[in-house]
């Protein structure tokens, strides 16, 4: 079974920083896409950034320059970095891996929980 954990969300002023974290932990042979999805209230979730096997990334044009999507492949974890946050950012934030089991399965969606990101301004 495999399970996904957010860490990171929380309360920063406009123009402030936070790191997203995602560690994924179970039966795991490859995880072929990572990503993260928000959801603000009353808005449709929405992806915010994905990277795949060989590090190409993907970003919504809202957070080009201002966020990056990283992963760590020896840990099963990705992570975002976000930075100059807006008040238009602020969402719950979920991580969303298309994962592998094994070589005998095809590939399926797993998602976090979801974190919380707040910015004052």
């Known amino acids: 079974q495999v399970q996904l954990v957010e860490s990171g969300g929380g309360l920063v002023q406009a123009g402030g920083s936070l790191r997203l974290s995602c560690a994924a932990s179970g039966s795991i042979f490859s995880i072929p896409t990572m990503g993260w999805y928000r959801r603000a209230p009353g808005k449709q979730r929405e992806l915010v950034a994905r990277v795949m096997i060989g590090d190409s990334t993907n970003y919504a044009d809202s957070v080009k320059g201002r966020f990056t999507i990283s992963r760590d492949n020896a840990k099963n974890t990705v992570y975002l970095q976000m930075n100059s946050l807006k008040p238009e950012d602020p969402a719950v934030y979920y991580c969303?891996?298309?994962?592998?089991?094994?070589?005998?399965?095809?590939?399926?969606?797993?998602w976090g929980q979801g974190t919380q990101v707040t910015v004052s301004s």
């Open positions: 969303n891996e298309i994962m592998r089991s094994s070589r005998f399965d095809t590939a399926r969606d797993y």
